[in-house]
């Protein structure tokens, strides 16, 4: 493994380090872009558009809850079949759907 | 307005009525001359029949809906209140069974969630399912859930802790999570999901607290039944190490791959293997408590599944008539969010029996109080199920009877006795380690059933012990309700 630029080499580790700050990055994106849809998904579904109170209803609780437990279940399975079919088509981005 | 278009002009100048009114608009004089007629008899036959059929569903339907409309207003007040957000809601767990007879085994949760589940999502109430997929399966995940339990509350295994749990993750210790299992409840719908639940929890509270690995158990059990001994050797478990095999037997391969093959357990350890296992833990945690801490309350839900050819004018009924099960499904959900709860009826012990004697005229107890819920669903069990035992061992036959031959196949083509015939290199016979473990899953699977058809039959009686008396609770109407109280349904 090489430096990717010779600019950005820094003083410990080897080679890997740029490539690991990458994938860093590229996890800290899927993460964020997967938190963003389940707020607005969940949201469109649970949270009515009549803002009555400032406070979440209890039916809204509930639904919240098991909407992110949903999601959240769905994400790693599909994140499971992906992998188990390569890297490659994992590498295309299908995380956060 | 007149209807009669039919009246004989009076003058043929001076018309009356709608033929005055109508007489300039362009509509065909004919017409207006003609009297009201029903339609032919045929068409009043199909109309009638058409019409009624599709009002009949339409008016359930109709019904259906308002009902459910109706007791999700009674509850919904409830959803509308804020919390504090970062509160647990009430949760309760689903039992579903796996209706004997029925392949489908989800049907009993589809009963829950299409008549009971508004009523609860409408309450704010959070709720998780649980399927059991084959019968018996959830006899044995609710033992094994409470023996977890026990283990937990013996010391035994260590309780949850926030050690390792990132700070400020939302965690909740033991006693928390039990008052909040408390508060919630335990659904169970149908009668072979009360049998299943009640076996599970007997089992439970009354089997000793080691951790058994089932499957080891199984094996080791298999090991020792010799199926898969050579034929040649007439007392194959009595061999105690893998000597040279001076047998003069032809088709007998050499000895050193013999022995390979055939690794076994030495029957010196046999005795271990049975159930008297020497425990690893002490007698006084191994026993079962006499007393039961209480569970969350039961909710009973009544559901039939009907099966089978001869059921099909109940299915049809059923069709029709879909607005009593919205109806009972819709109380089951709303006594749940109201949380009103009554003590759980039993019969009397064998014990007190004598007293009530003079009292009671039958000798036997006719009624087992809420053990005898949803009996009358039993009567709509096909009766091929009893058959089932029977089956399972003409199976069992079948399939013994079958694994010399395949045995030989993989012993010889594994030692290279002979060469692989043509069929066999394009579907390759199973090895006989998938030979094993073909073995292990049928056998597996066959107790299983034979186990859960054992719990669900409708010749045996709910299991009891009378350590639940008084840790069971029922849901039951809330006592200031225009509804007609259940008495011991």
Redesign the interface.
Same mark, same amino acid.
Not at chain 2, 78 to 83: A, P, V
């Given at each position: 493994m090489s430096f990717l630029g010779g600019a950005r080499s820094s003083a410990p580790a080897g080679g890997l380090n740029s490539d690991k700050i990458e994938m860093a990055i590229t996890e800290l994106d899927t993460i964020t872009d997967f938190f963003n849809r389940m707020v607005s998904s969940c949201h469109t579904k649970c949270v009515g558009t009549r803002y009555t109170e400032g406070d979440l209803n209890k039916a809204e609780m509930v639904c919240i809850d098991r909407c992110v437990a949903k999601y959240n279940e769905v994400q790693k399975k599909v994140g499971e079949k992906i992998q188990s079919r390569g890297a490659a088509s994992a590498g295309g981005g299908g995380f956060g759907l | 307005m007149s209807t009669q278009d039919a009246k004989p002009p009076v003058t043929p100048s001076q018309a009356s009525g709608i033929r005055a009114a109508l007489q300039y608009t362009g509509i065909p004089p004919s017409w207006l001359d003609k009297r009201p007629r029903l339609p032919s008899r045929n068409w009043l036959i199909f109309l009638s029949v058409t019409s009624s059929v599709i009002g009949l569903y339409i008016y359930d339907r109709r019904e259906s809906k308002r009902i459910k409309q109706e007791y999700i207003e009674k509850v919904k007040y409830?959803?509308?209140?804020?919390?504090d957000?970062l509160s647990w809601?009430r949760k309760v767990t689903v039992y579903g069974a796996k209706w004997p007879g029925d392949e489908d085994y989800d049907q009993a949760m589809k009963y829950f969630r299409k008549f009971v589940k508004p009523i609860l999502? $409408?309450g $704010?109430?959070?709720y998780e399912m649980v399927v059991g997929k084959r019968s018996g399966d959830l006899t044995r995940r609710i033992a094994e859930e409470i023996k977890a339990r026990r283990r937990v509350d013996v010391g035994l295994d260590p309780a949850p802790s926030a050690d390792l749990l990132p700070p400020n993750f939302p965690f909740r210790p033991l006693a928390e999570l039990r008052q909040q299992e408390l508060e919630g409840g335990i659904v169970i719908v149908g009668r072979p999901t009360f049998k299943e639940f009640m076996a599970g929890l007997k089992k439970g509270w009354t089997e000793s607290l080691e951790k058994v690995d089932a499957d080891e158990r199984l094996a080791q059990e298999l090991e020792m039944d010799g199926r898969f001994d050579e034929p040649e050797e007439p007392s194959g478990v009595e061999k105690l190490s893998p000597g040279p095999d001076s047998q003069p037997i032809p088709s007998s391969a050499p000895s050193p791959v013999l022995s390979h093959l055939q690794y076994r357990l030495p029957p010196t350890p046999s005795p271990q293997s049975r159930p008297a296992a020497p425990s690893t833990i002490p007698e006084s945690l191994n026993t079962p408590p006499t007393i039961i801490p209480t569970l969350p309350p039961i909710l009973f839900v009544s559901f039939t599944n009907y099966i089978g050819f001869t059921q099909i004018p109940l299915m049809v009924w059923d069709f029709f008539n879909q607005r009593y099960k919205v109806r009972s499904g819709a109380e089951a959900g709303y006594r749940l969010v109201m949380n009103s709860t009554r003590p759980f009826s039993y019969p009397p012990s064998p014990e007190s029996q004598p007293l009530f004697s003079d009292i009671t005229s039958s000798p036997t107890p006719s009624s087992k109080g809420d053990l005898d819920h949803g009996k009358e669903s039993e009567a709509y069990f096909r009766s091929s199920l009893s058959s089932i035992p029977d089956d399972i061992e003409k199976a069992r036959k079948k399939y013994y009877d079958g694994l010399p031959a395949k045995l030989e196949t993989a012993r010889a083509l594994a030692r290279g006795t002979r060469e692989p015939t043509k069929e066999e290199i394009e579907n390759p016979p199973s090895t006989e380690v998938e030979l094993r473990a073909d073995r292990m899953k049928k056998e597996k699977r066959w107790r299983n059933d034979l186990e859960g058809w054992n719990i669900v039959r409708p010749d045996k009686e709910v299991e009891w012990d009378e350590r639940f008396g008084d840790a069971l609770r029922v849901f039951d109407d809330p006592p200031d309700t225009d509804l007609p109280t259940a008495a011991t349904t």
């Open positions: - | 409830l959803s509308e209140q804020t919390g957000h809601p999502v $409408a $704010a109430v959070d």
